[in-house]
């Protein structure tokens, strides 16, 4: 199961804050809505001083931004500056959600009646046979119900080791203001830094508005690097070698991964092209979003990993990337697959294009018609055909042979649910050859 949410919070600059939400805070935080009684108030004082501070680890429900309480585990705390000497705010994860929407909150939020905490006596992860604490062993279980199958449990515990706690809050990026999802691994000197400033074009960040606003009067570029590869009306594809524009590659990596979780950061962008979606008006061209892609994979992954940025999401720009990427398999002339693990909102994107790409077909199609030839048409590689088909309840075992059944309403419902595709991508406008025969 995964759970998606409505996390596009951009704010364009100059309005709303756009930092992890915290109220104004006292320093002693109000007693739970009581009647008032002393005796009850009395308990809750003497309650609270046993259980504060709340060790990492603890479980208890916290009032989200949508006013409900939800259950959350507290990752890290940290002392806050302007309260007393025993003031903490703590960095929860919501058990609920996805990681993107973990955040620093004040005591004020939680609900200290519900507080529950772990026993860190070991036990035995029966999958992988490592001892861990339950509290650990809780993590990897809840983590895998998230999506994140493919990871064994030790770069898992590893991974979220690293990056437990979100480092940038928000960054500027052109006209935007945007909220961050994820921790993301910027050089050491940006350790004390929660807010980054990008160039749209060069994506140099830097930590103060003023040194990006000296650097956008010298800085010459107004589009992405590299070659434009696709025109149509506004949109424009330019396709950036990361080993001639190694430190745009780098950038884009810093980037990204402010927005996505179980992917690593290659420092070698060399091996790595980059396909960058543009909207273009006379100020230049805004990035929009972009896909990497290895130069050469083994595994026939035609992309490596997908973004489209906060203020641009649901416009239907993720589809496009995605029937981008195919566009080039096939002028390749091979299948391929994206890389994985795939977020939730990666799959969501990903099984909408399969479905729509490959039940148009079958809807067209009279005949017979294997997954070979299904595969040789539309570039998906024949297991996400399969897979996708098989979700749909679409592939049926009969007189010994499994077939595709396609019932015309059937398909009909399907795709109605599968939601319309994004900006067509034409072939015709795509003006590109494969980095094999450039080289
Ligand atoms: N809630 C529910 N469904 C969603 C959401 C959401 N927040 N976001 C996307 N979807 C689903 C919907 O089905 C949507 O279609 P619909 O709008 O017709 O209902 C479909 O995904 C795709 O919508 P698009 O508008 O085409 O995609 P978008 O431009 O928003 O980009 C993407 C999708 C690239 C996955 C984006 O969400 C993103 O950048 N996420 C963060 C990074 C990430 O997770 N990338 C994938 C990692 S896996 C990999 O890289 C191989
Ligand atoms: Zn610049």
Known sequence: MVSIDNTNSTTANGHGAAAAAVDDMST???????NG????????????????????????????RDGKY?????????????GGSNYYEYYVHYTEFNRRLDEWVHLDQLDLGSVETDVDDKVEDKVTGLKMTRHQKRKIDETHIEGHEELDAASLREHEEFTKVKNIATIEL????????????FPPEYNECTKLFFCEFCLNFMKRKEQLQRHMK??????????????????????????????????????????????????????????VLCECDDRGCHMVGYFSKEKQSEESYNLACILTLP?????????????????????????GTPERPLSDLGL????????????????KHKGNISIKELSDMTAIKAEDILTTLQSLELIQYRKGQHVICADPK??????KAAGRGGPDVEGSKLIWTPYKEQN
């Open 311 to 335: 203020p641009y999401q649901r416009k239907g720009y993720g589809k496009f990337l995605i029937a981008f990427s195919y566009e080039l398999s096939k002028k390749e002339a091979k299948v």
């Open 37 to 64: 009684s002393q005796p009850e108030f009395d308990a809750y004082r003497r309650r609270k001083s046993t259980i504060l501070p709340l060790e990492v680890g603890t479980r208890v429900n916290c009032r989200w």
């Open 348 to 363: 969501l994107s990903y099984r909408g294009y399969w479905t729509r790409v490959l039940l148009d077909i079958l809807k």
């Open 218 to 275: 010298k800085c010459d570029l107004k589009h992405p690097p590299g070659d434009e590869i696709y025109r149509d009306k506004t949109l424009s594809m330019f396709e950036v070698d990361g080993k001639k524009n190694k430190i745009y590659g780098q950038n884009l990596c810093y980037l990204a991964k402010l927005f996505l979780d179980h992917k690593t950061l290659y420092y070698d962008v060399d091996l790595f092209l980059f396909y």
């Open 410 to 415: 059937v398909l009909d419902r399907h795709l």
């Open 28 to 34: 002693d935080p109000p007693a739970p809505e009581s």
């Open 70 to 82: 939800h259950p959350v585990k507290v990752i890290e705390r940290r002392k806050h500056f302007s």
């Open 174 to 185: 052109g006209k935007y203001e945007i909220e961050t999802w994820y921790f993301s691994p």
